[in-house]
């Protein structure tokens, strides 16, 4: 049986990217069976551009337009999105923002280098990803997919693909059967570590995703930069402070107190050496101590 897949995108306030987005999907060799749009209460034109958007208007890829009264954050929206696509009966989740732009046969590879990597390790794979590029021969340094220490397993047995600890929600591919297995992504995390706390609940059991080298997408964003605390400023401070909290408080409730206070050290330590203002490091200070009660639960869908 062909396994059906939803495409769900992610959107807020990115009107002429999002445009884009779902011209690339209607464009792919092996569309999607639905692509699910969340908009995140845009005040950009992007209600009255997917309320004008006909029903066939991306081919053969039924569209379901889901709009949120308030701004849920990517972990709101994709957990919001990934409920619909379950309730529609996607066999497969293809998870990406609304600056994610895939390659024509970016969806036709990463289905296929998925179940070729499921049929070769003894316990399948935790999820899939494409390879994230910021330039046509340039990577997208903060969509870099964490190598497992087994990475090259199933690059010697001649596959296109490395195994990877996590990756981010920019062209991910989770199954149903994970879905009804973990739950949906926490929607108390809003933003930031959503993507690697889901990738990490997902392998919980089963081992390593895996990166699929030759599905491409392109990652549009301002500059080609890593997540780094030691280059907090006052713009952006406050995805700082929910990725301290989100990543923090995992370590802490799903891995142990070491890998909590491991985390905090490196985060001081970081700011200290980016000269951080004092201001902003108390900041995210207070974000690390506010994970100890911060421990949110998976919304289940079975």
Known sequence: ??????????TYNRHDKLITVLDRLRSQTAPPAWVV?????????TKEYLAGLAEDALGTSALEIIRLEENTGGAGGFATGMKRAYELGA?????????????????????????????TMPGGVAFACSLVLYRDDEIAEMNIAAPDWKWATLWAKGQRSALVQTCSFVSALYTRETVERIGLPFREYFIWFDDAAYARLASVGVGPGVCILDSKVLHDTPTNLPPDFSKIDESNVWKFAYGARNEASFHLHHGSLLAYLRFCARVEILMHRGRVSWRLRRRITRQLLAAVRFNPAAERVA
Not at 1 to 10: C, E, G, I, L, N
Not at 37 to 45: E, F, I, L, P, T
């Open 1 to 10: 049986m062909t396994q059906r897949v939803a495409a769900v995108v992610v």
């Open 37 to 45: 749009v969340v908009d995140n209460a845009s005040n950009d034109g």
């Open 91 to 119: 066999d497969l989740f293809w998870l990406m923002d609304d600056d994610c732009y895939p390659e024509p046969e970016a969806l036709d590879k990463l289905v296929d280098g998925h179940a070729e990597a499921q049929r």
